[in-house]
């Protein structure tokens, strides 16, 4: 069983910065390619961004393009460095991972997840 644990939510001021963490522990975790999904309240759960899991290839949401950024220093432990912060990027952000080198940007393609993290951007 493989966990993610996602850390560094907050609240933060529009135009703001917030960096998210994510570490996964458990069975071997290898070639697992990784993902942020969000989920605004009464919205249903969107794709954010996704990295291959060597980190080579990496995919945005055209909403987060330019101000996001997504990385991994190495197979267990991803970060989403989001800049200029609107109130509309308030929400849950979960860290997801998948049993496949390419990330996807389905949620239902995703295996694990986890429990999510708060992000909330006051205007």
């Known amino acids: 069983q493989v966990q993610l644990v996602e850390s560094g939510g907050g609240l933060v001021q529009a135009g703001g910065s917030l960096r998210l963490s994510c570490a996964a522990s458990?069975?071997?975790?290898?070639?697992?390619?990784m993902g942020w999904f969000r989920q605004a309240p009464g919205k249903e759960r969107e794709f954010v961004a996704g990295?291959?899991?060597?980190?080579?290839?990496t995919y945005y949401a055209d909403s987060v393009k330019g101000r996001f950024t997504i990385s991994r220093t190495n197979t267990k432990n991803m970060y989403l460095q989001m800049n200029s912060l609107k109130p509309d990027d308030t929400g849950v952000y979960y860290c997801a991972a998948r049993d496949d080198s390419r990330p996807s940007l389905v949620g239902g393609q995703y295996d694990y997840w986890g429990q999510g993290t708060q992000v909330t951007v006051s205007s």
């Open positions: 458990g069975r071997t975790f290898s070639r697992n390619a």
């Open positions: 990295i291959s899991w060597t980190g080579g290839f």
